[in-house]
């Protein structure tokens, strides 16, 4: 199956990265869970529904969005025909659903 990134899952991942190389100043580990974000999100190809329904968590919430948890960050995704979409990175510390409220 297929692997998308949504442009803003690609900004995600980005920001991510930018945020603990240069603000925290640790490359090394900008690297690492920059790696394991892709690395996790690899195994979608063969497994789609290895993450949790993002309406599983949340009573009346109807959504096809998944989601998989990667160290501290949630990979929002949803399943196509022929694709998986990643359409988020978000950080779970944070208030993610109002980041995704736009997008269900």
């Given at each position: 199956?297929?692997?998308?990134?949504?442009?803003?899952?690609?900004?995600?991942l980005?920001?991510?990265?930018?945020?603990?190389?240069?603000?925290?100043?640790?490359?090394?580990?900008?690297?690492?869970?920059?790696?394991?974000?892709?690395?996790?999100?690899?195994?979608?190809?063969?497994?789609?529904?290895m993450?949790?329904?993002l309406?599983?968590?949340?009573?009346?919430?109807?959504?096809?969005?998944?989601?998989m948890?990667?160290?501290?960050?949630l990979?929002?995704?949803?399943?196509g025909?022929?694709e998986?979409?990643?359409?988020?990175?978000?950080?779970?510390r944070t208030?993610y659903?109002?980041e995704?409220?736009?997008?269900?």
């Open positions: 199956m297929k692997l998308t990134y949504r442009p803003l899952a690609i900004a995600d980005r920001h991510i990265y930018d945020y603990i190389a240069s603000y925290l100043g640790n490359v090394a580990a900008a690297d690492r869970i920059q790696r394991n974000i892709l690395k996790k999100a690899e195994l979608l190809r063969e497994n789609p529904e993450g949790r329904l309406s599983s968590k949340f009573d009346g919430l109807e959504s096809n969005i998944r989601y948890v990667v160290v501290n960050y990979v929002f995704y949803s399943i025909e022929k998986i979409i990643v359409t988020r990175i978000l950080d779970g208030d659903l109002t995704l409220a736009r997008y269900l």
